[in-house]
């Protein structure tokens, strides 16, 4: 198992908490031990899992949960936010809120203002109300205050939920193509790397995500946060009604027809996707708030060897990880469905392609090499039919 920074008095705020993620990530926190404080955000004040019909929750050994609703676009929000006495001992923060890839694409101005400019406001508040503990000059690499004279304080952790759309297609493969055929072994793309592959995004929320990215990267290396980024697959199956997200038709031809109602498939069943089970999502998260800063920073290599991070060269390594995941069809998800739900709930999935929709799917790479993140602790997907039974015992019974 890789090496975990331990957790004591933590508080753990999360932004975007009313949502599938945030409410899952907010539950998996109140079992962790070392947290004393959550603080869960939204646009609305999200509801508080510890009121949620789980009676053996209301114990002294959970955290404090605080929920606000608040505007994360409003510079007078963020500060009276983050500067509240309460948060004084702050110890992570997961940026889960923003704006879905279809809504992004539908409303420019929304999507950079949501996506972008309330991330910057936020770093930029952390920057000026959780300083680095070591001088005024900020240090290249996130480390703590060498003072002799009181104890050392860990930087801020931002744990950032990233995007494979910040990637473009990494060649013009049968799945993106209108006329292919399948393609041979030889012929498949080769699998996308954390700092290898160069991001091209082709829609404005992977625009926006990478722009995020770069500013945690940025802080990251300038010692003022412990930045990071979780390149999160395609998400399923996510309960409650259909999302802004383009990826919305992953689970809704899953979700719908086990409820018994119709799902529509807007692409081509062998369309190729990056996928991943939402409970090994939600795992991996609250993993990224744990693992050591120095094997996120570290190279594949430095992982394999055990060698020390960062020996024979000073160059900073952006805090990215590729979260586990799998490549799958649409047609292996539909296989899916029928072993769980029988012929009755495939027969509700009714196709009709949406050229829009297949434009955005269409730009992202479906085969993600995630080697590090399992060199890191991270947990490494299930079988398909093993993510939709978690979803029908989870939230169907």
Request: hydrophobic share 35%.
């Amino acid at each position: 198992m890789a090496k975990s920074d331990p957790l004591s008095d933590a508080h753990i705020l999360v932004t975007g908490a009313g949502g599938f993620i945030g409410q899952a990530l907010a539950k998996a926190l109140l079992d962790e031990p070392g947290i004393s404080q959550l603080t869960l955000t939204d646009v609305f004040s999200p509801p508080n899992p510890l009121s949620l019909g789980d009676e053996n929750r209301h114990d002294d050994s959970k955290p404090q949960v605080t929920c606000l609703a608040a505007d994360l676009t409003s510079p007078t929000v963020v500060k009276d936010l983050l500067s509240s006495p309460s948060f004084s001992n702050l110890t992570a923060v997961y940026l889960l809120h923003g704006l879905m890839s279809g809504a992004s694409e539908a409303n420019l101005d929304l999507g950079l203002k949501i996506n972008i400019d309330s991330m910057r406001l936020i770093l930029g508040t952390i920057r000026a109300i959780f300083p680095p503990p070591s001088s005024s000059k900020s240090s290249t690499s996130p480390t703590t205050s060498s003072s002799p004279t009181s104890p050392q304080k860990p930087l801020l952790k931002v744990i950032f939920p990233s995007s494979l759309a910040i990637y473009g297609p990494p060649s013009p493969s049968p799945s993106q193509s209108p006329t292919s055929s399948s393609p041979s072994p030889s012929e498949l793309p080769t699998p996308i790397t954390e700092t290898n592959t160069v991001p091209y995004p082709l829609s404005t929320y992977g625009t926006a995500k990478l722009t995020t990215e770069l500013l945690i990267s940025d802080y990251t290396r300038r010692g003022l946060i412990d930045g990071r980024i979780l390149r999160l697959p395609t998400v399923i199956v996510r309960p409650g009604k259909p999302s802004g997200a383009a990826s919305s038709f992953c689970s809704g031809i899953i979700r719908e027809p086990l409820m018994g109602q119709k799902g529509f498939l807007p692409v081509r069943r062998d369309t190729e996707l990056w996928v991943c089970g939402a409970r090994v999502v939600v795992r991996n998260l609250v993993w990224g708030g744990k693992v050591a800063r120095e094997r996120v920073a570290a190279s594949t290599s430095e992982l394999e060897s055990g060698s020390r991070v960062g020996s024979g060269s000073q160059q900073h390594r952006p805090p990215v990880i590729n979260l586990p995941g799998s490549t799958v069809t649409v047609e292996e998800m539909l296989s899916a469905l029928e072993e769980v739900g029988g012929k009755e709930a495939r027969g509700r999935v009714v196709e009709g392609r949406d050229e829009g929709v297949e434009e955005l799917v269409y730009s992202w790479p479906s085969r993600l090499d995630c080697k590090r993140a399992l060199e890191c602790g991270f947990e490494a997907d299930g079988t398909l039919k093993e993510t939709v039974g978690e979803f029908v015992r989870d939230y169907l019974r």
